[in-house]
């Protein structure tokens, strides 16, 4: 049991330790500062204007967090990969005297630390901007922390250490969530459509008696309404039932035989989660753990080139035989992201007349945001004969990224299309911000190139995105102040013309000063 406990308390020591000797940490550490201190004014500001400031508002938030953090870790412990294992754990815990419990519970502490920031982060929230009295955030901080932690506990147990249920069994655990998962949001989609999206109908969803009802997270909710409202009936019949929910839960999972046959997930979750952090930094898109082998398709046809053309026609073949071509998660996502803010968005958007800014707004986010993600592209500058071919480096420049700028192009119609028919913008607008979008992604993958020929390794690559990301915030944001003013002193309409050109002649420069970085294999360190 100590060395469980030693072995924690220096897993946590070792992993801040490395944090702080880098560099990058302390840049981290004061940007999340002021970003968090900018997210509680902004908040406060926000919730005061729609008059949320008070206990429903903070059921709203609180609600939202329990749904999905239940859903989340029940579908993650279901198909055991919610608990982080290192690769070190099968050669030098799983073979120790050690009950195979206690290692599955002291091998989630990152998951108790997210809890325990998270009820701290509600609890500030609920007495600095919600007004709730001290005394229910300190009962709020008990169920929140406290049970929530011991259900979670035990509900990781029975599904980790439970070896009477068979794998059938748990594979249709999880196609069942995933199905329910399905219903609610299909149920959440008509509820809305039925009544608007606005603020009444929101607080009357969450004022809802059926929400209560839900089975464990509907009685969760119910007892922070008991604690943060008051006492009714419906809540305190729900709450009593969540107590005795945990106990009965955690009774179970504490007598529950286990011999260690999770040992082998375990061990396999490891590598998984190792090759993960490996393309995660790599910089690819990874959004499970282990994932499923790839599928190819056979492909034919003969393509001649030379000269950098022929890294251009090697792109084309692989991405010709992925399943789905130039279409990625990424592509998911974009579809995903401007169908809901094309519908969210719609009656705010038809107040304001200027639909199309509000487009190009969420286009210059949403390129932003994934801002760190890097295509085939990148890989090119770890291959030897990219260097050896004779021809020109703004050349090899070009056509190691003319695929991404196709995927691009293909990505900002997907992404811009929704938005703009649903808000009513003009087709030559549409056009025109599918075409920023376009340039604003080769501008952010010559810029990364360009920030790493400035400070190379000493950073590591969360400063060099760091920096990426200022660089560009700072090139878009000249851009933006020059189109505004020639909107307000000219015409509203050159508002496109003029970003769309002005992020074309930055983006050529910053191409010529990325094909340095194609003249020399050698990296700065």
Known sequence: MRA????????????????????????LIIFLGVYAAYVLFVLGRLVTELRFDSADGLIALVSVWSIYIFLADFIAYSSRKGV?????????????????????????WMNYLTSVIVSLLFVLAGVTV???????????????????LLLEVSLMVFLYTNESLSERFIKGLCMGIKIFLGAVALLLILYF?????????????????GLQMIPVV?????????????????????????????????????????????????????????????RKNSGE???????????FRRISGNYRAGGAKAVFYRQLLEYKKERWFIFTKATVINLAASAVMAFALRQNVARTEVPQFFLLGMTAYMTLV?????????????????????????????YATLMEHVKAFADGIVLCLPMGVVWGVSPGMILMTVLIYTVLQANKMYTRV???????????????????????????????????????????????????????????????????????????D
């Open 218 to 278: 509907g009685w969760n909710i119910a007892a922070y309404r008991l604690i943060l409202i008051g006492p009714t009936t419906l809540n305190m019949v729900c709450t009593a039932l969540y107590v005795c929910t945990v106990a009965a839960a955690f009774l179970t999972a504490k007598h529950m035989r286990c011999e260690g046959a999770y040992y082998e997930d375990a061990a396999k979750f490891a590598d998984d989660y190792a090759e993960m952090r490996r």
């Open 130 to 148: 919600f007004s709730v009295e001290p005394w229910r955030m300190a009962l709020f901080f008990f169920v929140c922390c406290i049970l929530e």
């Open 370 to 398: 994934f801002s760190g993600i890097t295509g085939k592209w990148e890989t090119e500058l770890k291959s030897p004969y990219l260097f050896l071919i004779p021809d020109t480096p703004f050349k090899k420049l070009w």
């Open 193 to 209: 459509r039925r009544e608007g999206f606005d603020l009444d109908s929101v607080s009357a969803f969450f004022d809802w008696p």
């Open 450 to 524: 360009v920030v790493q020929c400035m400070v190379g390794d000493f950073l590591g690559k969360t400063g060099q995105d760091i920096i990426r990301m200022f660089m560009q915030m700072f090139i878009i944001g000249i851009g933006i102040m020059a189109a505004v003013v020639a909107g307000i002193l000219i015409h509203v309409n050159l508002v496109f013309p003029i970003i769309l050109i002005y992020s074309i002649i930055v983006t050529v420069v910053m191409g010529a000063l990325a094909s340095v970085r194609f003249e020399t294999m050698e990296q700065i």
């Open 84 to 108: 982080i294992f290192r690769q070190a754990h099968p050669h030098f815990v799983f073979p120790a005297p050690i009950s195979p419990k206690l290692i599955l519970v002291h091998s989630a």
């Open 285 to 295: 898109m990874v959004t499970s753990i282990g994932e499923k082998k790839r599928k």
């Open 4 to 27: 469980l406990l030693y072995l924690t308390w220096r897993s946590f020591v070792n992993s801040v330790k490395r944090a702080l000797k880098k560099p990058v940490t302390l840049i």
